[in-house]
């Protein structure tokens, strides 16, 4: 097979696989340091409940057992303290252990360090501590109640905010609609759920060094070094190959946050990985929000205006640094979607109970908004009696145009109607809907659903405002260097968690450069090389690292001409560089390998004025990008017995310019699966005094590969006109997208029993309630 003249735009395979499938790769519990003890935490049991007493004097007698923290013993220890751009939000503050009270049922109460986690746990259930039950609230409308149990009693109230938005006349516009809809939509809890769970190795002798399972090594060491008052230089994080993280691990959680000062009391390196019942109950839970929605429609069917109200539930503490109002806020800024509608108003409240912490899960809140507003349209076609396609083509904006929305998102075009035609097409609607007249005369009951979308294409600080988090600033940098024999190495902060950057990010580099593939090396996963980087999470990572990607071989690249000039007593301008090689136009027999223009700079032959250094390390805040897509569900669900069979999933994505097709393809495969599992298969529940319900993978169930089709995947295009090389982050679309259009399959299913479903999960038991209460 020749060598493709560029590499952006080709299914490249993955070059990071080999290790990985030949079990070679190193993992954080892989991590083994001499002397190595360690952690296991203590746990609470109950939700709210006053802590009497902690003893862990009876622990400490038993072998092995190297030293029991507990809330005592950290008097003067550092507190976690969580704020918001956002005006209306507090400074909510979190100790490393609780002083007073537990919240909830999981919540780290002591730490015993050992010479193995054997001991460890052991002496965990020796520790003896006497609890005073409290009053739990573990619904998040309730929370916000004047006479609700207080979580934190500082600060006077369950609400970490309450914000208000308003754009256009939403009175008026409601008081001309020719009808009016409305929605209550109760999105479950959901977890993201990686194979490979939290987990952490500290050693802190006279510098700190820290092994982390994250996505953002930088902001880690920030974190670290300000809690413990260090200078940053003084703290260094490692990241060995991460197991998946889907925005669970773009936090400092306190059981990583403590293990620091572990190290300091055992002095010895210690480790926490933590259990999948730890994983399942205290790591942190995503995207419980209750919308509900309004929609108001003029007499041809167009949408007149939108209001919401969005309560999230956040548990019991901020999920730091990024606070719980990335799902209801975040759900509430992404209101119009694709529709064109000028006037929106919405609240966010953002609600603390007695249930695990709230964190980032790919897509976070857009993925309930989404869901909601979806679900609603269709209610709304449905009592129209208009097609639900036709009535999104009549109101969604046109493709192509850039748009401002109601809410500020600044939407850099894309193929809006063309793709939801083009799911259309794909899925064979008009024989669908006379397959399933023919199927519902049997008695069988078939329903599909539609979902586009528009998703932010990489959060940057132009994104975080419009999605309502205003003066936020990041910083991503990347360094490329071309090392004496013609290799290149490309350095950066961003983290891969399994998504492809050692493939993508070398795509852009081997272009950008003009040489081989094979002759890139991209090295990530240690604070004391590569660039400063906020992290990869929010579909950050095409975009941001590779515009700075771009950027950086752009620099190079004229270097390596400047110098092949030289040798070849060339023009510049004559130069071209490509697959390694250095030629004159029009002149193939006078060119230069990139290894000999190399080896001349390094012996300092350059062109006088020039820095000889082959090496460029630049940054890059693009401006707001926005992909889109639209997904198609196909079901048939049993009356009988609740079941759904998804038989079909269809995509139409557009992320602008593709860099992988194939990695792309992976990408809306596997977050479409995920959303597929939180309708179908996944709940944390808990029970009405905040007991957790749903602590293995008995309870809270995967989606695996004979429950689900093949993933269609169509690819649509529009680059962006104002990021460099036109790419648009991608990888939430499937998880934001993929939820309502199972919801929406489901309810055209059972159209003909007048079911009307407000709430996900949706599991065997939860469609025949809704089946038996529209039956009554």
């Avoid at 070679?24 to 609470?44: E, K, Q, T, Y």
């Avoid at 809330?71 to 751009?85: C, E």
């Avoid at 539609?450 to 975080?464: D, K, M, T």
């Avoid at 250094?613 to 805040?621: H, I, P």
Wanted: proline share 6%; hydrophobic share 40%.
């Amino acid at each position: 097979m020749s060598r493709p003249f560029r590499y952006v735009g080709q299914s490249v395979p993955r070059v990071e696989d080999p290790p990985l499938l030949r079990g070679r790769a190193r993992f954080l519990d892989d991590v083994r340091l001499p002397g190595m003890l360690h952690v296991a935490f203590v746990r609470s049991p109950y939700a709210h409940a006053r802590m009497l007493r902690v003893n862990g004097a009876p622990a400490r007698q038993l072998d092995g057992v190297a030293a029991v923290v507990t809330p005592a013993d950290l008097d003067g220890a550092p507190t976690i303290v969580t704020r918001s751009s956002r005006p209306e939000a507090g400074e909510w503050r979190r100790p490393l252990l609780p002083h007073d009270r537990v919240r909830y049922v999981g919540e780290p109460v002591a730490a015993v360090v050992a010479s193995s986690r054997y001991v460890a746990e052991d002496a965990c259930e020796l520790v003896d501590v006497e609890y005073e039950p409290l009053e739990a609230v573990v619904d998040a409308e309730r929370a916000l109640q004047a006479d609700a149990p207080l979580l934190h009693e500082e600060h006077g109230q369950n609400n970490f905010a309450h914000i208000e938005f308003e754009s256009g006349d939403v009175d008026a516009a409601f008081a001309r609609a020719e009808r009016v809809f409305r929605k209550r939509f109760h999105f479950g809890r959901t977890h993201a759920a990686p194979r490979e769970g939290r987990g952490c190795v500290a050693v802190w002798s006279d510098e700190l060094t820290v092994w982390s399972s994250t996505q953002m090594p930088f902001l880690v060491r920030s974190m670290l070094a300000g809690l413990y008052g260090l200078q940053e230089v003084r703290v260094r994080v490692l990241v060995p190959a991460v197991g998946g993280g889907f925005g669970l691990k773009v936090h400092l959680y306190v059981e990583e946050a403590i293990l620091p000062l572990l190290s300091r009391l055992a002095r010895a390196p210690v480790k926490w990985a933590e259990d999948r019942y730890e994983h399942l109950a205290a790591s942190g839970h995503s995207k419980e929000v209750v919308c509900t929605l309004e929609l108001a429609v003029g007499g041809e069917g167009d949408f007149l205006g939108l209001r919401g109200r969005f309560v999230g539930d956040g548990g019991a503490h901020q999920g730091h640094p990024w606070s719980s109002l990335i799902d209801p806020l975040c759900a509430a800024a992404m209101l119009p979607g694709i529709y064109s509608v000028g006037v929106v108003g919405y609240e966010v409240d953002a609600a603390a109970t007695n249930k695990c912490p709230t964190t980032a899960y790919r897509g976070v809140g857009w993925t309930a908004g989404q869901t909601a507003r979806e679900a609603l349209i269709d209610d709304a076609a449905r009592a129209l009696g208009v097609d639900p396609l036709e009535l999104r083509l009549r109101n969604c904006l046109a493709d192509g145009e850039p748009s401002v929305s109601a809410t500020g998102c600044r939407y850099d075009g894309g193929s809006y109607a063309a793709s939801i035609r083009r799911v259309r097409e794909l899925v064979d609607y008009d024989a669908f809907r006379e397959r399933q007249r023919r199927l519902r005369d049997e008695g069988r009951y078939v329903g599909v659903g539609f979902s586009p979308f528009v998703e932010q294409g990489g959060w940057a600080a132009e994104i975080a405002a419009d999605q309502g988090f205003p003066g936020a600033g990041y910083l991503d940098s990347v360094c490329v260097s071309v090392e004496p024999d013609g290799s290149v190495t490309l350095a950066t902060g961003l983290q891969s968690a399994g998504q492809g950057h050692e493939t993508t990010l070398a795509q852009l580099a081997a272009d950008g450069l003009g040489v081989r593939l094979e002759d890139v090396r991209v090295v990530q996963g240690d604070t004391a090389g590569g660039g400063y980087s906020a992290g990869s999470w929010g579909s950050r990572t095409a975009l941001v690292a590779g515009g700075s990607v771009l950027r950086a071989t752009g620099d190079v690249r004229e270097k390596l001409l400047l110098i092949a000039a030289q040798e070849l007593e060339a023009n510049q301008a004559d130069l071209q560089v490509e697959d390694g090689v250095v030629s004159v136009r029009g002149s193939p027999d006078r060119s230069l390998a990139v290894s000999a223009v190399a080896a001349a700079a390094y012996a300092g032959r350059v062109p006088d004025g020039l820095d000889a250094a082959l090496t460029s390390t630049r940054t890059y805040d693009p401006p707001a990008t926005y992909s889109n897509a639209c997904v198609a569900c196909v079901v048939e669900v049993d009356v009988e017995t609740g079941h759904v069979s998804v038989d079909r999933l269809v995509v139409a994505e557009d992320c602008g310019t593709v860099l992988n097709p194939m990695v792309v393809d992976g990408q809306v495969a596997g977050a479409v699966a995920q959303g597929v599992g939180a309708v179908l298969y996944e709940g944390l529940p808990y029970a009405d005094d905040g007991q957790f319900l749903a602590g293995s993978l008995g309870e809270f169930l995967y989606p695996t590969a004979p429950e689900l089709p093949d993933v269609e995947v169509d690819h649509l295009a529009t680059p962006s006109p104002l990021t460099e090389a036109g790419i648009k982050g991608m990888g939430e679309g499937g998880l934001i997208g993929a939820p309502a259009a199972v919801v929406n399959a489901i309810a055209d299913a059972l159209a003909p029993l007048g079911v009307e479903i407000d709430r996900t999960p949706l599991r065997p038991c939860d469609v025949l309630a809704l089946i038996d209460a529209a039956r009554a």
